[in-house]
Every structure is written in C-alpha cells, then in structure tokens.
C-alpha cells in the first residue's frame, strides 16, 4: 500500500484515540456522579434536614443555600452589569477608556475565584460587619460572576444591527428612550443567557464562599442578615474530607448529583437558546 | 466650533448607567488595591524572603516557595498531560468530523466545562487518589501527579473548545489550496492548518493554565497539602502544596487582621499575577490569531 | 427673511472623517416645501452631507462638521440646541427599509410613544393618519397587530416613512429610499414623495438622475468635495 496513505490512517487512527480516551474519561465521571448519587436520592433526602453529621435525614437546606446564594448573586449583579455595559456602549465614547475598561473586566476574569473568597471577606465581612454570612456570600459571588454577565451582555448589544439604532436616532429618541426602545429589546437574550450562565458559575463555586458564607451543621434558614446558609457544595467539601460513615460518603455523591443536574440544566437552557438564536441570525 | 464634549448627553439614563460602571470599576479598582495593599505587612517583615523562603509557620515564618513551586509543577503537569488529548480531538473535531457531530461535541464539552469543581474534588478524593495510591504503591495517594491529573481532565473541554475555534478560524481556502496541490487530508492539517492557527493554539493552552492554576477546591482535596518542596524536587508523587490549596485551608482560621492573613493575601497576589500572565498572554494570542 | 424662503442653509460647511475632508466649502440653501434632490457619484458624501442635517453622523467617531449649518432658521451645531427634539423636527428614511421586529401598529407608534405630549393624544387616530399619508393604510389597515417582517421590501419601507411621520416632522431626509426597491415599489414611493412636499420640506439623495428630474423642483450636486446648485455637471 502507498505509505502516504497508510501514515494518513495511522495518523486519523490516533486522533480517534485521543479523542476517545477524552470522550471516555468524561464518560466515566457522568456515570460515577450518577450511580454513586442516585442511590443516595429519595423523597427524604431531598426535603429533610441533614442530621447525624451529613449521615442521616437529606440536603433540604443545603438546596436552599445554594439557591440562595446564586440567585443573589445574580439580582444584585444583573442591574450593574447592565448598567455598565450601557454606559459603555451608549456613553463611552473616547476608544482608550473603552478599552481601559474591557480590560478591567477581563483582568476580573482572571482573578482566581479564592481570591474572591480574601479580598471579598475583607469588603463584605469586615467592613460591611456582615461577618461570615450569606450577605457576604452574596456579595462574593455578584463581584465573581460580574464579567460572565458583562460579556454575555455586551455581545449582545454589540450585535444590534446598526440600522435599528439609526431608525431609533433619526426619529429622534434621546439615549435613555433608544435604551428602552431599541437596545433592551433587543439584547435581551443576552441578558438571558449571560444571567443563565452567571447562575450555573455561582452554583458551581466552592473556593470563594467556604469560609465567608457557610457553616457545616445547625443551620436552617437565614433569619437576619448576619447569619451563614449551608450549601449543596461546602456540604460535599465537608462530606468528602471528613467522613468516615459510608452512609454519609453516599450522601455526598447525591448531593453532587443534584448539584450538576441543577449546573446542567442552566448551562442547557443557554446553549439553546444561543442555539435558536443563531438559527434566527442565520435566516 | 463643533467640539464635542466628552460626555455629551445627561440625563438620567446616563446618571444610572454611570453610577453602575463606576460600581463595577471601583469594585474591580478596589479589589486589585486591597490585594496590594495587605499583602504589605508581610512583604515588610520577611522582605523577599517570603518569595524565596521554604518554611511556613504561622505566627513565625512566612516562605512560600514550596507553594508556589506546587503551583507551577501541578500546572505544567495538567498541561502536559491534557495536550495531546486537547489537541487531538480538537483536530479530529474540527477537521475531520461532519457539522452536526461537531455541534454535539462542542455542546457537550461546554456542558462538562461547567462541572463544578467540588464534584471533581470528591471524585479525586474518593477515587482518584485510591487508585494513583494502589496503581503506584504509594503509602498516600494524595500528591502532585493526582492533582495535575485530576486538572487536566478538569481543564480538557475549556483546552479543546478553544483550541477548536483556533483550527476553525483558519479559512477554508487555505484548505482548498493545500488540498489541490495533491497534499492528503492529514498532510493538509498537519503541515498547512495547524501551523496557521499556532497562535490560537497556543492561546487556547495559555487559557486552561491559567484556570488550572486557579483552581482551588479539587486541588486542595488532593494534593496532600504538605508545605514543602519534595526530596528530589522532581519527586511527583510526594505531597506537595499549592498557593490556591494553602490559601483554602488556612484562610478559615486566620480571618482577620494579623501577619498570617496578611501573608495568605499576599500568596494570593502572588497567583494572581501568575494566572494574570497567563491568561493576558492567552488572550493576546487569541487576538492576534483572529 | 431668508428664513421664511429656505428650511436649510449651508455656509462654508466642511464635513471630514479623521481629519480627511469628504466635504469642503460647501454653501447652498434649500427651500421650504419643495423637493430637493442631492445627486454626485457614489463616494461623493451625499449620504454624509444629508445625515449631518440631523446629526446622525454626531455618533461616529473621528467625523467633525465646521461651518454653519442652519436648518429651520438655528445653527444645528449651537450647544444649545436640543439633538433630540431637531431629529424629531428633521425625520430620516434610510436606504435599507428597516421595521423593528414587532407589530405593524407598534412600529408606526414606535417615535410617537416617546414624543407625544402626555395629555392623551390619540395614537391609534395619529398612526392612522401617518400610515394613510403613506400610501400604507389601505392595504394593512386590517393587519395592524401582525408582525412588521410580512410586509413586502416596498411596504416596510412605506411603513418607514410612516414611522417617521408620526412624529410630524417638518423636514424629511431621504437616502437613497428606493434603490432597494423593485421598479413597482419606487415608484410608489415617488408619488409618495410628490404627495408630501405639500406640508413637508423633502430632501432627497438619489443616484437616478431621471428620478431626480421627475419628482425635485431644486437640484444640489455634490462632486469632488464641492457642492453646486444646478445647473449641474453631473454627467
């Protein structure tokens, strides 16, 4: 056989192999996070308050806490993201504070999440008095997911054909109405998925609240705005590092499955509708 | 007689938009000062020796070279471990599978991007670590390698993605040409796409370190969480520390306002300025292959 | 005087992008309630010259207009002058028919909403007025609350004028209106044109020399960074 053609199939062989080590190992955490946790779950586990160390009752309040801290995160953060990306796109006008700016995001994109945890504990906790408290959580967690929600959201007004804000000035609207009646509208699905993806990230995180916003055991509901919440996640750290009892191990497992069916879901919702969007751009 | 001024229109629109930026930028200002700021006590008592030292003690010596030593070996350890994964199958998706197939594969891949960290964590420490510690017959299975392991499977979607749309972004033309010159499919990405979208490439890694170096929560249960640099320093299956890991596991306790707060802020200077680094250079790569 | 005879006078004018002049010297005057056509080769800064009549061009960076430009007796570059009521006062067609992804109604009030003087104006009485001086209302008078996209490239771009008219301008610019429009629609938009210059001051940028001469009393060229009344060179 020519040899140029049999180097070529050597070749695609091994990329198949690559990939499918990839593919496979991938694989392979899906289904241990799955079967692992799908024993854990039960009405019970679900809608129960975790006793007996994390080895009895269910992660009620753990779901709660991390409801909690992402949605949060996310209101407090949509308003400034947005009004940032406004007043960048509509007010900004001299290039070098534009892009003094989009570095400022970008260089906030960087910063490693534990960092967050540090610096936001400093602002929030101290300064704030909140203490160790899901305020604090939240606040954390706004600042962490700021430049997910900006990017998102500044695509998508970048995007705006140029002929819907002409028509928009030419009929005169001042900026604040071309906001509401042209830029708003239609970024809207930027806002959507950059909020999507925002929530999925601050579900996600571990490193910045573990010790700003969380305690282990004894906590239900937040009554003031000083106190701690528990999370599905710190509840895992918890779980992972010190538990002894297997029936606390597989309690970890199914709080993990919950925890990535909720990430997935949010994640799938955004790439859908991008999906659809870009089917619409497309037409 | 035209000149415009810098902000021309003021209503209340611009005064909300405004108050917004000026939150997230002084919040971003303010982050990056503080981070300097307290991380001076620390800089002040042990001078540079605390970039150099070797011995942590809270309350009586700051070092933190074996960190940052962790930090570099688990990262260039993910890196080198994730390459030819990353790139293979970013070159088989890329160029070798049909539209459809690759759509699935991107999705999928942004789906397991946005795996949270403390499921690989448990993963890496109910598992993993079980299985580095009987598959090497070591006494403890959390080390250096288990942990660059467990980053590189952590960072091979957000390595691929990007490393993807590098190999895309290289026009079908330069395809159609290379091809008709009588060059096979493979020889045209080898020798014709492949070094085009070098820069993208190479973005697309500097990316994935920055995150891996970033990460915290999967590393710190993993890596074994000893402060020091192994005997001989390229003993990978030793336990070792890394910057994110230590600053995780003591920050609980040093809350507040003394030397050893002040020293974990200042390890996380320290990361930030690598990761910094790293991803700057990324996405200056990444722009520069567009 | 001159203020009763002419809607726009241009002295001196200079419209450059960068510091590269598109327009130099430029002095003309265009009279009230008649069509004026603005014709020159393609490149020539037609299109810049109309946009700066409404201050379109204020938001693309690096472009600088000096000279006096007076339109409806006020310097339209004093920092006095109020951007947003001048563009309500001077409305713009566009070249590409461009309807919001909403409604027909919706579109028609899309300017109105904003505005209207409080004291409820009736706005479906005045969308209908804007649509019937648009040639538009018989033939969507039933579909009002469909989605703007049905409509033919001619009748978005009736449903254009309407829009602008809504917010009863008293100076209407036109660029290039019909060139993307098949022969039937242009010439619905032609008779459109003759049917407003009664109430409206219209100016017109065309390429077709014939169109300019069937619906413009007055002529402006524009060639070479100068602008000339007629008679024109224009080949």
């Not at chain 3, 393609?42 to 201050?55: E, I, N, Q």
Request: hydrophobic share 50%.
């Amino acid at each position: 056989m020519n040899p140029r053609l049999w180097k070529e199939r050597a070749t695609i062989l091994i990329l198949y192999g690559l990939t499918g080590c990839g593919c496979l190992v991938l694989a392979v955490i899906l289904t241990t996070v799955i079967m692992k946790g799908a024993p854990a779950l039960s009405g019970e586990f679900l809608f129960e308050e975790s006793r007996n160390f994390g080895s009895e009752g269910g992660i009620f309040y753990q779901m709660i806490g991390t409801l909690i801290l992402m949605a949060g995160a996310a209101i407090v953060c949509l308003p400034v993201a947005l009004g940032s990306v406004l007043f960048q796109t509509e007010f900004l006008h001299s290039p070098p504070l534009k892009k003094m700016f989009r570095f400022l995001i970008y260089s906030l994109n960087a910063v490693p999440t534990i960092i967050f945890g540090l610096i936001g504990y400093l602002f929030f906790g101290v300064l704030l008095d909140a203490g160790v408290s899901w305020v604090t959580g939240v606040l954390i967690l706004a600042v962490m997911i700021l430049p997910t929600l900006h990017v998102s959201i500044h695509e998508a007004v970048e995007s705006i054909p140029d002929h819907y804000r002409e028509a928009g000035l030419a009929l005169g609207l001042s900026p604040g109405q071309q906001m509401r009646a042209v830029i708003l509208p239609q970024s809207m699905y930027g806002m959507v998925t950059g909020t999507l993806l925002g929530l999925a990230r601050a579900a996600g995180e571990t490193a910045a609240i573990m010790f700003t916003a969380t305690a282990f055991s004894g906590v239900q509901l937040p009554q003031s705005w000083t106190e701690p919440v528990t999370t599905l996640q710190t509840h895992i750290l918890v779980l992972a590092q010190e538990a002894t009892n297997p029936k606390a191990l597989t309690h970890a497992w199914g709080a993990g499955l919950v925890l990535l069916t909720l990430v997935f879901i949010l994640i799938s919702v955004t790439l859908w509708i991008r999906s659809g969007m870009e089917m619409e751009a497309e037409r | 007689m035209n000149k415009q001024p810098l902000f021309p229109e003021r209503g209340p629109a611009f005064w909300l938009t405004g108050l917004a930026a000026a939150i997230s930028a002084g919040t971003i200002g303010l982050l990056f000062v503080s981070l300097v700021v307290e991380s001076v006590p620390v800089f002040k008592s042990e001078g540079v020796s605390f970039l150099w030292g070797t011995d942590w003690f809270a309350g009586e010596v700051y070092g933190a070279l074996p960190m940052i030593y962790g930090s570099l070996m688990v990262t260039g350890l993910a890196v080198v471990m994730v390459l030819p994964f990353a790139l293979g199958s970013a070159i088989l998706t890329s160029e070798f599978l049909s539209g459809r197939v690759r759509l699935v594969v991107k999705a999928a891949m942004e789906l397991l991007a946005g795996v949270p960290g403390i499921l690989y964590g448990l993963m890496g420490i109910a598992l993993l670590a079980v299985w580095v510690r009987d598959l090497f017959g070591l006494i403890d299975g959390n080390t250096l390698f288990t942990a660059g392991l467990l980053l590189a499977v952590m960072i091979l979607p957000t390595v691929m993605t990007l490393a993807e749309d590098a190999l895309r972004a290289v026009p079908g033309e330069t395809r159609d040409t290379a091809l008709s010159q009588g060059l096979t499919r493979m020889e045209t990405v080898m020798q014709v796409v492949v070094p085009q979208a070098l820069p993208g490439l190479a973005g697309a890694v500097f990316l994935g370190l920055g995150r891996a170096m970033g990460e915290t929560i999967a590393v710190m249960l993993v890596i074994g969480g000893i402060d020091r640099i192994p005997q001989p320093w390229f003993d990978l299956f030793a336990s070792g520390q890394n910057i994110p890991s230590k600053i995780g596991r003591e920050a609980a306790e040093a809350l507040g306002f003394d030397l050893q707060w002040s020293a974990l802020i200042a390890l996380g200077l320290v990361l930030f300025v690598m990761v910094m680094t790293l991803t700057t250079a990324g996405h200056f790569l990444l722009r520069k292959a567009r | 005087m001159t203020e009763n005879v002419y809607a726009i006078q241009l002295e001196n004018v200079r419209l450059s992008y960068s510091g590269k002049a598109v327009i130099d010297g430029a002095s003309c005057a265009i009279r009230k309630n008649a069509v004026t056509a603005v014709v020159g080769p393609s490149g020539s800064g037609k299109s810049t010259l109309l946009r700066t009549l409404c201050r379109m061009n204020d938001r693309i960076p690096g472009f600088r207009a000096e000279g006096s430009v007076r339109v409806l007796g006020r310097d339209i570059h004093d920092p006095g002058i109020n951007v947003y009521e001048l563009r309500k006062r001077v409305g713009m067609v566009f070249q590409k028919p461009c309807v919001f992804p909403k409604s027909i109604y919706e579109n028609v009030v899309f300017g109105l909403r904003f505005h209207a003087s409080p004291n409820g104006e009736n706005f479906s009485e005045r969308a209908e007025r804007a649509l019937r001086d648009a040639f538009l209302w018989d033939e969507v008078k039933d579909r009002l609350d469909q989605p703007a996209h049905i409509l033919s490239q001619g009748q978005q771009q009736r449903l254009a004028m309407a829009r602008t008219l809504a917010v009863d301008p008293e100076i209407l610019l036109m660029d290039e209106p019909t060139s993307a429009l098949d022969s039937k629609s242009a010439n619905a938009i032609e008779d459109l044109i003759l049917s407003l210059k009664e109430h409206h001051t219209i100016v017109l940028v065309t390429h077709h020399v014939e169109q300019a001469e069937r619906v413009a009393e007055d002529l402006i060229c524009v060639d070479d960074q100068t602008v000339c009344h007629k008679p024109c060179q224009y080949p």
